[in-house]
């Protein structure tokens, strides 16, 4: 059984980065895959990226072009760069991790991981 830990959260102004940390542990890493999800006060939770055990990346549409998910096997960690953020982008992240193969829609979904970290928040604000 694999356990994550999230790291990396914060308050940053518009337009500013982070970059979030995954370490995982607990069980050979190379064999899942991984996801980041995020939970707004109100909202529901949704998928934000996902990384196959192959290096496969996923985005959703609203962050393309400005957050970018990689993977350091060797580190047992996933990483998730987030640039030009914006009010919108706060929440709380999550990563998860499944041995599920990801596909274009179930990359996404809550079901697709067994394990989930505890979360960092994130908060963009002038």
């Known amino acids: 059984q694999v356990q994550l830990v999230e790291s990396g959260g914060g308050l940053v102004q518009p337009g500013g980065s982070l970059r979030l940390s995954c370490a995982a542990s607990?069980?050979?890493?190379?064999?899942?895959?991984i996801g980041w999800f995020r939970q707004a006060p109100g909202k529901q939770r949704e998928g934000v990226s996902g990384?196959?055990?192959?290096?496969?990346?996923y985005y959703v549409d609203s962050v393309k072009g400005r957050f970018i998910i990689s993977r350091d096997n060797a580190k047992n960690t996933v990483y998730l760069q987030m640039n030009s953020l914006k009010p919108e982008d706060t929440a709380v992240y999550y990563c998860?991790?499944?041995?599920?193969?990801?596909?274009?829609?179930?990359?996404?979904?809550?079901?697709?991981?067994?394990?989930w970290g505890q979360g960092t928040q994130v908060t963009v604000s002038s």
């Open positions: 998860a991790a499944s041995l599920i193969a990801l596909g274009s829609i179930s990359w996404a979904r809550d079901r697709t991981y067994a394990y």
């Open positions: 990384i196959s055990s192959a290096g496969r990346t």
């Open positions: 607990g069980a050979p890493f190379d064999y899942y895959a």
